[in-house]
């Protein structure tokens, strides 16, 4: 693709992913802070040293200057998209700045389409990668989380897929996430 292509589409891009990164700037999985039942599992390193969460299309442009009293780095991750970035932080971070995918943990937003790929429709579901440190998920799973966290993450979806650069990293997450449930 022209390198045009991406500069043209990047304020519509940011501009989607802001508006989803704002409806779940202030809901939380449980009405309780979640974090006190596993000492923020999902925050800590692992023994890698490297983990860490990915970013959304034109998401790495908020992490280009350095952020006051958050320390993170960004390693290259074509997961995604092609070009993608993974976000490593050290483990505590000012809310208003966490990437859209731990503002979305321990949900994700699936997209259900019909037989012919049309009629797309958002929905928000269990990430079956966060049954490795998220204890909310064997204390009830969806029924133990907030409706208002589960509709946020569902209404972030829908704005998200107008978009197509983040409809393509949502279908391809999606694909990572049929492999994983192969195996
Ligand atoms: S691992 Fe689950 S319960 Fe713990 S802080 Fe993260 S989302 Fe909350
Ligand atoms: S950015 Fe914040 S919410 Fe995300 S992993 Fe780091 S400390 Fe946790």
Redesign the pocket.
């Given at each position: 693709m022209p390198l045009i292509m991406p500069i043209l589409a990047k304020p519509a891009a940011l501009k989607a992913l802001k508006e989803a990164r704002s409806i779940l700037e202030n809901v939380t999985p449980m009405k309780m802070n979640c974090g006190k039942l596993c000492d923020?599992a999902?925050?800590k390193e692992d023994e890698s040293g490297d983990n860490?969460?990915l970013l959304f299309p034109y998401e790495a442009e908020l992490y280009k200057k350095p952020i006051e009293g958050?320390a993170?780095h960004l390693s290259d991750d074509d997961t995604l998209f092609k070009g993608g970035k993974r976000?490593v932080?050290?483990?505590?971070?000012p809310?208003e700045?966490?990437?859209l995918?731990?503002?979305l943990?321990p949900l994700r937003i699936a997209i259900a389409a019909d037989d012919n790929g049309i009629d797309a429709t958002a929905q928000a579901e269990i990430d079956p990668r966060a049954w490795i440190c998220c204890p909310i998920l064997e204390q009830g799973g969806l029924r133990a989380m907030s409706m208002d966290f589960k509709d946020a993450v569902k209404r972030a979806g829908e704005v998200l897929m107008e978009n197509d650069y983040m409809l393509e990293a949502l279908h391809n997450e999606q694909r990572l996430i049929d492999e994983m449930r192969q195996f």
């Open positions: 923020g999902c925050c860490g969460m958050f993170y976000f932080c050290e483990g505590s971070c809310r700045h966490r990437p995918a731990c503002r943990f």
